[in-house]
């Protein structure tokens, strides 16, 4: 399979696919009396796309994708499914980046793109080497929602920090360190660049020297710390919570 080319599988991420209309759509394949051949939404869709379907009984269909939970839907498309990241220099207002230094693991990846998207975060951004990549695990974790924000694959995540900077962003780390303040104790109302790192290694030392403050997340129990994908979610809501406030 080519570079650019993708399965989904499941009602919501083919949903996604489909309304965004961003992508060549190569097949959709339907199980006969399936959830996803009962779906309104999914039906009202195919009409867009009627020489791409294939409809395949119940036995055929389970004997090729016996290994997924499709609810009776598989797509394969193809497309660029990052962008090109844009000057934000002339942008104005709480614009929230998320950068992520490592994250090898691409369910966590995949979570981190719902999550993100979810909460209102403006663009995620990952570095070309050092990080799984743009799978189609990570597609299918993300449940549709890498249809709806930007992707940015850069090649120096070092650099894009300092030229985020020239483009008046605070940059934060979530880091455990003696000069981290609580998460909710940083300021996200502005342009802002949050920096988190694997859960094995952390942020790399010259991207962490690089970030303006550290940010962390007390832990109550005896488990020293959070899911990179939950720790992304309590700090992305965060920021959602300071800029939706009154």
């Not at 193809?78 to 990241?85: A, F, H, K, R, Y």
Request: glycine share 8%; aromatic share 6%; net charge neutral.
């Amino acid at each position: 399979m080519r570079k650019d080319q993708h399965t989904i599988f499941g009602i919501n991420g083919c949903t996604a696919v489909l309304e965004s209309k961003k992508y060549k759509i190569i097949d959709i394949i339907i199980q006969t009396k399936s959830p996803a051949e009962r779906d309104p939404k999914i039906t009202h869709l195919l009409g867009y796309y009627g020489g791409h379907i294939k409809i395949l009984n119940s036995t055929q269909f389970k004997s090729d994708f016996h290994k997924w939970r499709t609810q009776g839907i598989v797509i394969r498309f193809s497309g660029q499914i990052d962008s090109v990241m844009p000057s934000f220099l002339e942008m104005k207002g709480n614009i929230g980046l998320l950068a992520l230094d490592g994250i090898e693991d691409p369910q966590n990846l995949g979570q981190i793109i719902r999550t993100s998207e979810c909460a209102g975060i403006d663009g995620i951004i990952i570095p070309k080497n050092g990080s799984c990549g743009i799978t189609d695990t990570v597609l299918q974790v993300s449940q549709g929602s890498f249809t709806q924000i930007p992707i940015y694959v850069v090649s120096n995540l070092n650099q894009t920090i300092s030229n985020l900077k020239k483009d008046e962003f605070w940059v934060v780390a979530v880091e455990n360190g003696i000069e981290s303040k609580n998460w909710h104790e940083i300021d996200y109302k502005e342009k802002t660049l949050v920096v988190i790192g694997s859960e094995g290694r952390g942020i790399k030392k010259i991207n962490l020297d690089n970030c303006d403050f550290q940010t962390t997340i007390p832990m109550q129990g005896k488990t020293n710390s959070l899911n990179v994908s939950a720790a992304v979610s309590a700090i992305a809501f965060e920021r959602l919570r300071q800029i939706t406030s009154n």
